[in-house]
């Protein structure tokens, strides 16, 4: 997909590039990110970092992008967030996002996300944006509502992790919607 680096009052999201590989390393072995995250086993290599970047910033991949979440003042790599599983035909995509636990309660993703889903709907055509949540991750459920997205309701069994299966939540948001 590959869209341009955005600027929020206080963020600046940038695309994935090699340099972010110990960033990413870091933020996908942590436990706290990774606590809700059913579709992998936290990193424990390096390569797996490479990996994600090699995934999410080729443009062999056009249905994909993800940005690192940047303090505009600091500097400081604090989460990432971005699409996935874009669906031309029907003009539907799924969020992604994570930030690590120091980071949380200050409003950090509301903001990267409001920026992305505008792009999304007033320059992608994009109609829907989906988001699927554990069960457990109230403050994801809390930062969808607060961002306008509906529970449509549980998607039984979505995921198997470690033996298990794992209920989620479907969230979805349309355009029309979108203030």
Request: with cysteine.
């Amino acid at each position: 997909m590959n869209w341009d680096n955005i600027g929020t009052q206080r963020l600046v999201l940038k695309g994935l590039e090699a340099s972010d590989d110990e960033f990413i390393f870091r933020q996908f072995s942590d436990e706290y990110v990774c606590r809700y995250l059913y579709d992998a086993e936290p990193f424990t290599d390096i390569d797996e970092a490479r990996q994600l970047i090699g995934h999410f910033g080729s443009d062999r991949n056009p249905t994909v992008n993800r940005w690192v979440i940047v303090d505009k003042v600091t500097g400081q790599k604090l989460g990432t967030c971005g699409f996935h599983c874009w669906d031309k035909e029907n003009n539907c995509i799924e969020v992604g996002y994570d930030l690590r636990e120091e980071h949380g309660r200050k409003g950090i993703m509301t903001e990267a996300l409001t920026a992305i889903i505008d792009i999304a709907f007033s320059e992608k055509g994009i109609n829907r944006i989906q988001a699927f949540t554990s069960l457990d991750n109230v403050a994801s459920c809390r930062l969808l509502e607060k961002l306008g997205f509906t529970n449509e309701g549980i998607i039984r069994e979505k995921h198997l992790f470690r033996g298990r299966y794992y209920d989620h939540y479907c969230y979805s948001l349309l355009k029309r919607e979108w203030a």
